[in-house]
């Protein structure tokens, strides 16, 4: 077990940087990414089947001073999700990245993500974690730079600084818990302002990792540049992964966070601000990739949201949606990258009518549109379903509030489901605008997206048995679930679905289908035309000029919900500071000099008079101090 912990970090660098060394020879670098993807993929099933122990490395004897590494349940089965995603998104850019530039550095970039992002869910040791979370954020830098140095240095602004507010609170929390190992930390009360401090220093850097608001802009900016296998493993999954990881360990191992306390309202808060805000930006986007990465901000409100209540239910929820999202969102980029492949655009505008020329696309993106959407029975129904149940129980404990969270989560799926619709018509449905036939992509680009489409089903109509019963109830002790309030039964409704499914295709078949009559289409009275049509991203025009939502959307898209902007000023206010105070004071400092140097040099002119008694007489002057100087006088 030892060996295969040790193993999972390390196979993923060495694979790197083969990958770096390797000679430019064709399907020789994409040969050793793929079997160093699925021999991790491997290693992780082991470790996942494995107990739980941990591992001590023992740096220096003399100082006492060891860097451990720990495998949780938890742990153990993120990093399985991390290993599969890996491989899924290596087979997929066999044709999507093939021959494209800095492609040895691309496999090395992602196969450093998988090691690092496995590092840090198994590590106990705080600097450690630290180690590989910036690693991480290095990494993060290097693939953003595959498509635009702007929005790369945009991700290592917002992200960095938030991973110095978080390495600032982890020092700290070491150093009021007297522990430098996660497992060693128990929870600390918000007993004075220095521990909340700390909650709240850590907490900023969990939610930039995750994408939440104000720390979610850098998500936007670069989907449009980079390829879109980047926004399927970090922004999607991996980061997803690693910021509502650390928030549920900060919330449930460090901190003693109680429901309807005052650090719990913040969180829920800022929960369901990202749920509307980004589920309301993403509404209105005119381009593929821009309009998922604002839903991968949006559905990171419902994590925060559900662990921020504190609430067990809830956490779990919060939990098992985290993972739901990671899967049904790598997917849908996935699905955004086959489009973008044969039709050379991303833009809605620009595309239609792809439906019957990628169907295995069409059919896998309508499945995670639903699960992401809450649609029963599929995932992402069941894991917001507890997040809801979690909320109305936040309200039997008198907690006054809880209505107002349980609208805006409702509300944000409800908009959530508007804006899929919308995508759908766009891009699958409505009227081609090429005359070129689109085909489906080959194997490779479209297996892991029909893997991902029936994990969505699995996790949604056997929720119980698999992801539940495997790693979110041994880490969140619950009460069997038939004594939970409301509990949904995903088996007995998926059954009963399918029954009303084949009720309504048999009284289609029986009815009279025959009587009915063909006639033209036609918008507003007047007979749709070959030049006539009618794009999804039209649909909620109205909706955005509402008032009150302009005004909202106003808001979101300035700079007050926008961290970036923030990390902006205060560095233009210490430029500013630096150059009143530090070159204007050198300036001066200079001619005050100068001034002083001019004035002893003309003093000093005024002695050279050219009369040579003067002379012989400041000569003897000066022997004389010399002579006193040297007998002591």
Request: proline share 4%.
């Amino acid at each position: 077990m030892v060996r295969n912990l040790l193993l999972i970090i390390a196979i993923p660098f060495m694979g790197a940087l083969f990958s770096l060394i390797f000679p430019k020879k064709r399907g020789w670098r994409e040969a050793v990414s793929f079997l160093t993807a699925l021999y991790t993929f491997i290693l992780a099933i082991k470790v996942f089947q494995g107990s739980n122990f941990t591992l001590r490395f023992p740096i220096s004897y003399l100082l006492s001073f060891h860097f451990d590494l720990r495998v949780s349940p938890l742990s153990s089965a993120l990093v399985l999700f991390v290993a599969l995603f890996g491989f899924l998104i290596i087979l997929y850019s066999f044709f999507y990245y093939f021959g494209k530039e800095r492609e040895k550095e691309y496999y090395a970039y992602l196969l450093g993500v998988i090691g690092s992002t496995i590092g840090a869910l198994f590590s106990d040791n705080i600097f450690l974690f630290l180690f590989f979370w910036g690693l991480l954020l290095l990494l993060l830098y290097a693939l953003s730079s595959l498509g635009s140095l702007t929005s790369a240095n945009r991700a290592l602004i917002v992200v960095g600084s938030a991973d110095l507010l978080l390495l600032l609170g982890l020092v700290m929390l070491s150093f009021i818990s007297g522990h430098s190992n996660f497992s060693e930390i128990h929870l600390l009360s918000f007993k004075n302002g220095l521990n909340l401090l700390v909650f709240f220093l850590i907490f900023a850097g969990a939610l930039a990792k995750a994408g939440a608001l104000p720390f979610h802009s850098w998500i936007p900016e670069i989907s449009e540049d980079v390829p879109v296998t980047v926004m399927a493993i970090l922004p999607a999954s991996l980061d997803k992964l690693l910021g509502i990881y650390l928030l549920f360990r900060l919330v449930t191992e460090f901190f003693s966070i109680s429901p309807g306390s005052g650090v719990s309202t913040v969180v829920m808060f800022i929960g369901a601000l990202t749920i509307i805000g980004g589920v309301l930006l993403a509404l209105l986007q005119h381009d593929f990739k821009r309009l998922l990465s604002f839903h991968a901000v949006s559905q990171v409100g419902y994590m925060v949201l559900g662990i921020g209540t504190g609430i067990p239910l809830a956490i779990a929820g919060g939990l098992f949606h985290m993972v739901n999202n990671a899967i049904y969102k790598s997917s849908l980029f996935l699905s955004s990258g086959n489009v973008e492949k044969q039709t050379g655009t991303s833009k809605l505008e620009d595309l239609g009518g792809l439906g019957k020329y990628m169907p295995i696309t069409f059919a896998t993106f309508l499945i995670t549109a639903f699960a992401i959407s809450g649609v029963p029975p599929l995932n992402g129904f069941f894991s917001k379903w507890m997040i809801y149940q979690g909320l109305v129980e936040l309200g039997k404990e008198g907690i006054r509030t809880w209505i107002i969270w349980l609208v805006a989560a409702m509300f944000g799926s409800a908009l959530t489901l508007a804006s899929f619709i919308k995508l759908t018509h766009a891009v699958f449905l409505g009227r081609p605008t090429v005359e070129k036939k689109r085909t489906e992509v080959p194997w490779p680009m479209w297996v892991p997206s029909v893997v991902l489409a029936i994990l969505c089903v699995i996790f949604g109509v056997f929720a119980y048995p698999i992801p539940l019963n495997s790693f979110i109830l041994p880490v969140v002790h619950l009460p069997p679930p038939e004594e939970w309030i409301g509990w949904w039964q995903p088996l007995l409704s998926t059954w009963l679905i399918i029954c009303s499914l084949f009720l309504g295709i048999i009284l289609y078949l029986f009815s009279k289908v025959s009587s009915y009559r063909v006639t033209e289409s036609y918008i507003g009275g007047e007979e749709l035309t070959e030049d006539m049509r009618l794009p999804g991203t039209h649909f909620y025009f109205t909706f955005e000029e509402l008032k009150g939502v302009n005004q909202i959307l106003k808001l979101l898209r300035g700079k007050i919900v926008d961290f970036y902007s923030y990390v902006v000023d205060l560095g233009k206010f210490f430029y500013r500071v630096i150059y009143v105070f530090l070159d204007r004071l050198v300036d001066y400092g200079w001619r005050g000099i100068t001034a002083i140097l001019r004035l002893i040099g003309k003093g000093i002119s005024l002695l050279h008079t050219g009369i040579l008694p003067t002379y012989i007489t400041w000569a003897l002057f000066g022997i004389l101090i010399f002579l006193l100087i040297c007998l002591g006088l």
